[in-house]
């Protein structure tokens, strides 16, 4: 279910052209073109949302039979609204959500294969020579026991993602830390560090040193669990929660971080990135892809430019195995219950966005996985771009599966349970343990 991102490739391949010559460019066929309208749906970026928006404009005017709708939804509730209308046969055109939330719905057969040569490709393999290796692997149907559609793509990257720490460097000073000397390593030191960072009226939290990413637990907390030798899968696919030590020290890391031990953090509190990039004495440290920086510079421009934060890698428990937050996709998908036409329509417009990798990049701060963005001078001149590099090497594709949000939400049951009962670890890993099985049970 996992595979290991070989990013030493990026220095070997060849830098190629990412999409077929003229993509870049909206393009109208000859002769008359049926009607066609097509609604994209999604997640807020306000930075994404007006060059996509100026795309679509672009691209009608090119393509005056078609009518492009763009409607965006919050992150953390697009799924909520997709999924019920795919149900009743209103779903958009066009959807994009990350790999672990959309692969439920690619499992029921509901996305489009690419038609590549309408995309200007000889064949699927010339598609897929344009990406880094391993980008578009979630979303082939490889051997065809999927859909019957042996070698067939369902999906293109808008984006991919993993998350290293970022850090304030004024809050280190105030207390009394080097940023470049004392930052953590390990997550005991993350701990540590944040005891002491930490401000506090009662029991009030005032200032954090560091907080997660609640919600996405597949993305920046299992890899917690993998660096001791968990897994949220076996090997075969058939047991559910592997490695009761690993769990257990880990939601008991949980436990002390939160409201009922060390009083570092919580799910209820502001998110941490939002804050720091307010940079108003808040938060020093928290988890984000190289799209913050895009985010950072819209939200406070000063803070953005000054020398007064950096980027420094996923920590890893101690006498753990190297294994950085995973990587994830959000691809463009198709809605396969809409007409061939208008599938063909969609791909092809979906295809006209991707193809400008270095806009996303240099507006967004988006990676577009492709050889040549990847290998391009733009994407060498994000600041601390290196370190997210680096990251990779050692990272695992977030866990997907036909239940893996349900996983998630299972997951993130028993670490809010820890956090804000008297639940113990132990006791959070059994029920975790019990009902993924369940859930795993269900769908074999």
């Known amino acids: 279910m996992k595979r290991t991102l070989i990013i030493g490739l990026m220095l070997l391949v060849c830098v190629s052209a990412a999409f077929a010559a003229g993509a870049s460019q909206p393009q109208q066929a000859a002769g008359e073109k049926r009607p066609a309208v097509i609604n994209l749906w999604t997640h807020e970026d306000p930075n994404r949302q007006k060059m996509e928006e100026q795309f679509a404009k672009d691209y009608m005017a090119a ?223 928290h988890l984000s892809g190289l799209y913050q920086n895009a985010r950072m510079r819209t939200a406070n421009p000063a803070f953005y430019n000054s020398d007064d934060w950096k980027i420094i890698p996923y920590p890893v428990f101690q006498g753990g195995k190297h294994i950085s937050n995973t990587y994830y996709f959000q691809y463009y998908m198709v809605n396969s219950q809409i007409p061939q036409n208008e599938q063909i329509e969609a791909w092809k417009f979906v295809h006209y966005m991707l193809s400008h990798g270095d806009m996303y990049l240099e507006n967004v701060n988006l990676i577009v996985p492709t050889k040549a963005v990847m290998e391009g001078q733009a994407f060498k001149n994000q600041k601390f771009s290196s370190v997210f590099v680096d990251d990779l090497k050692y990272a695992n594709v977030v866990f997907h599966t036909a239940y893996s949000w349900r996983i998630n939400e299972l997951i993130g049951n028993a670490i809010i349970s820890v956090m804000t009962t008297n639940v113990t670890a132990q006791q959070a890993y059994q029920t975790l343990k019990r009902e993924a099985q369940a859930v795993v049970n269900e769908n074999r």
């Not at 930490?198 to 990413?213: H, K, L, Q």
């Not at 669990?225 to 047991?239: I, N, T």
């Open 63 to 285: 393509n005056p039979h078609l009518t492009i709708n763009y409607s965006v939804y919050p992150s953390t509730t697009i799924q909520d609204v997709i999924t019920p209308a795919y149900a009743a046969r209103n779903a958009p055109s066009i959807w994009n959500m990350e790999l672990q939330k959309a692969y439920p719905l690619f499992m029921q057969g509901l996305c489009a294969p690419i038609p590549v040569t309408e995309l200007g490709y000889r064949n699927e393999q010339a598609l897929i020579d344009t990406y880094l290796p391993n980008m578009l692997d979630p979303v082939i149907d490889k051997d065809g026991n999927l859909f019957g559609q042996r070698g067939k793509i369902y999906g293109l990257p808008l984006e991919m993602n993993s998350w290293c720490m970022y850090l304030n460097k004024k809050i280190f000073r105030d207390a009394g830390l080097d940023p470049d000397r004392d930052y953590p390593k390990t997550w005991e030191e993350v701990m540590s560090t944040s005891e002491r960072i930490a401000r506090r009226n009662g029991n009030i939290i005032t200032r954090r040193g560091f907080d997660f990413r609640y919600g996405d637990y597949l993305i920046s907390w299992v890899p917690m669990v993998e660096q001791l030798g968990g897994a949220v899968l076996s090997a075969d696919g058939r047991e559910a929660i592997v490695g009761e030590a690993a769990w257990v020290k880990v939601l008991d890391y949980m436990k002390q971080w939160g409201p009922q031990g060390k009083n570092l953090g919580s799910s209820t509190m502001t998110r941490a990135r939002s804050q720091f990039d307010n940079d108003q004495n808040e938060i020093a440290m």
